[in-house]
């Protein structure tokens, strides 16, 4: 398929786009807050204006190929926009953009075309995934739609960037491309991980494990990355010069494709950074640990304060320390429980309590030995590490149709030790 074929294929698809009306916008119910930030970062990712790969693609002095990069660029922006409605149809709202899209378009626009184009298509396939799980595991009708349309989108961008990247590549030698499939997968893994774990309260609400949104990432990518570097080369190309002329033009490729290689290592060194910062080794275990909020990352990592806590409808205003929660699949999310320990002040724990509409239980102080106590050794997990070996324990619960929950507290030197447990009630 040559590129006036796409041309052609995106036009078409315009045409159809301009004449199918609009998802019903009006018809939006509420999102879970989950599902919200998720959308928000994602139509962030889609908001742009192209400029940057219409001006490299301009440079490759095709003009069949420019005009179909300017309408994968229109299609992109249309997804943006399908994304914005729905979030303010169904109670949310659109963001500036996030951490990771900025990192992401800075790697692109640090690359040259065929390198931007690699780290681009692992966007696509990405998002070939995350719409699946969209359009599939909702009953929501208007969020189902929208996820059906974008993904039939993407389904046929990575064929046209495919096409690209297999004529960009044809030729190279085989120990080249190997490197290139290697650089391709570190970047692949380590953006889908990040993916699974910064959406996952997201996906649990789509059906979607993190693990198992890993997996068909990488089967999904798998034929991608075959079809562009490990096809049968169209023409046999001599990989070793045969006149003194040619070997000037031999020693420039090979210091070329160096270049490349230690920028491409540069750029993957820069995003493992990133997931060891962002994501540290305790994050895929739990309990996870989290730094004080005015330390250098605070309790900003991952889907922690962004999805766990508001699904359980917990807010931390003010000051915590050595704050840890359980990270077991069948203590948190939709079904689930979420264990926190931390420590603070009296004055934090008074708003921390008044938010969550806990109060005191009745007695308000208890023994762990008592019969009401309501975090008896035998019903928290050892994973979790708790031990109640104080004489007696401030008692708070919190009752509701949703989420309910207790706290017992106790003081540890001059600040007090905090052990919460709520309960997702669905």
Known sequence: ????????????NAERRREEPDPPWDEGSPLSRALIRSLQRFQAGEDGDGANLIRKSASAGDPSYLAAVRLFVA???NHARLLK???LSTGGDVIDGHWTDRVFVAIRRALGLRLELMTLMVAEVVALRYYRSVRDGTADPLLADVGARILTDEQRHVPFHTERLREAWDGRS?????????????LLLGAVVVVAYGHGAALRLLGVGRLRFIADTATLFRPVVREVLFVPRREVRLTTPTTEAEQPEMASTVRRTRTRLWRWGTILLVIAGLAVALYPPAHFWGPRPYRHPDGLFGVTRGDFEDDILPHYEVSLPCDVDGLRYSNAEDMTGPMGQLYLHFTTSQGCLDRILDGWAAVPAEPSTMAPTDPGFPLPAAA??????????????QVYRREGDVVTGDVVVVRDGRQLSVYLLARYAY
Not at 3 to 10: N, S
Not at 380 to 393: K, L, N
């Open 1 to 12: 398929m040559g590129f006036e074929t796409w041309v052609r294929e995106f036009t078409e």
């Open 75 to 77: 299609e992109e922006q």
């Open 85 to 87: 409605q729905l979030l």
């Open 174 to 186: 085989r120990p080249v491309r190997a490197a290139l499939a290697a650089g391709w997968w570190a």
């Open 380 to 393: 928290i997990p050892g994973t979790i590490g708790w031990r109640f070996d104080a004489p007696s324990y």
